[in-house]
């Protein structure tokens, strides 16, 4: 009974998990999008990062595991010295990224983890 059981959940398609998230460096916030990506890959899940910064040389290790795919890092991380306007060029980034994946990346998927709010209305 037990093994019908389990041969049953394998044929059941595992979700196709899209993360959304601002730049994929060194951080808390990325140390918990890598973590969380990772056990849903490990689970089965198929797993895509997309994000609009990432440098392969500035980053976990963990993330090289994982399809990480960029858009948007032509667009300016500031608005002057002293990282002023940081918080506002964010928001635009996540908005431009979520708009590329939504109606130029040609992605399927089932889930949708954003890691800033501005975004969801767009996913």
């Not at 398609?13 to 990506?37: I, N």
Request: proline share 6%; hydrophobic share 45%.
């Amino acid at each position: 009974m037990a093994e019908e059981q389990a041969r049953q959940r394998d044929l059941v398609p595992k979700p196709s998990v899209l993360f959304l998230h601002p730049d994929l460096g060194v951080g808390g916030a990325e140390r918990l999008v890598l973590d969380a990506a990772l056990a849903l890959q490990a689970r089965g899940c198929n797993v895509k990062i997309w994000t609009a910064h990432y440098d392969p040389g500035h980053c976990f290790a963990e993330s090289r595991e994982l399809p990480v795919h960029c858009a948007g890092d032509w667009l300016p991380r500031g608005l002057g010295w002293g990282g002023h306007g940081a918080a506002v060029c964010a928001y635009v980034r996540m908005v431009f990224l979520a708009l590329y994946v939504l109606f130029l990346a040609d992605e399927e998927f089932d889930v949708v983890v954003c890691d800033q709010a501005i975004c969801i209305p767009l996913s």
